[in-house]
């Protein structure tokens, strides 16, 4: 079993900057891959990035490109999700979530076995 806690959102305006956190706990294989994920209301859960632990290597959804970073504490076991120039559609609940290894894609939210609890991310104009 895997638990994962998020936090670091809240309130900013647009433009500035947020850095989620997303500690992980439990069995090491079951967090080989680490996503973030993002829901605004009435819509959606939608891909954000995603990182695989051991290697560093990340994915990023086309609308994150350029403004999001994710990053890794191997050794914390933790995720970080720096979010730059963000705009008011940016607003969600941002969670992030993890997998083992084994095939499935990186972006579909139902390829992923543990979620945290989400977080609130709100952007204003």
């Known amino acids: 079993q895997v638990q994962l806690v998020e936090s670091g959102g809240g309130l900013v305006q647009a433009g500035g900057s947020l850095r989620l956190s997303c500690a992980a706990s439990g069995r090491t294989f079951d967090y080989y891959r680490m996503g973030w994920f993002r829901q605004a209301p009435g819509k959606e859960r939608e891909f954000v990035g995603a990182?695989?632990?051991?290697?560093?290597?990340?994915s990023y959804a086309d609308s994150v490109k350029g403004r999001f970073t994710i990053s890794r504490d191997y050794v914390k076991h933790t995720v970080y999700l720096q979010m730059n120039s963000l705009k008011p559609e940016d607003t969600a609940v941002y969670y992030c979530?993890?997998?083992?290894?084994?095939?499935?894609?990186?972006?579909?939210?139902?390829?992923?076995?543990?979620w945290g609890q989400g977080t609130q991310v709100t952007v204003s104009s």
């Open positions: 979530a993890s997998r083992g290894y084994r095939g499935g894609t990186y972006y579909s939210p139902t390829d992923y076995d543990y």
């Open positions: 990182i695989i632990m051991v290697q560093g290597t990340t």
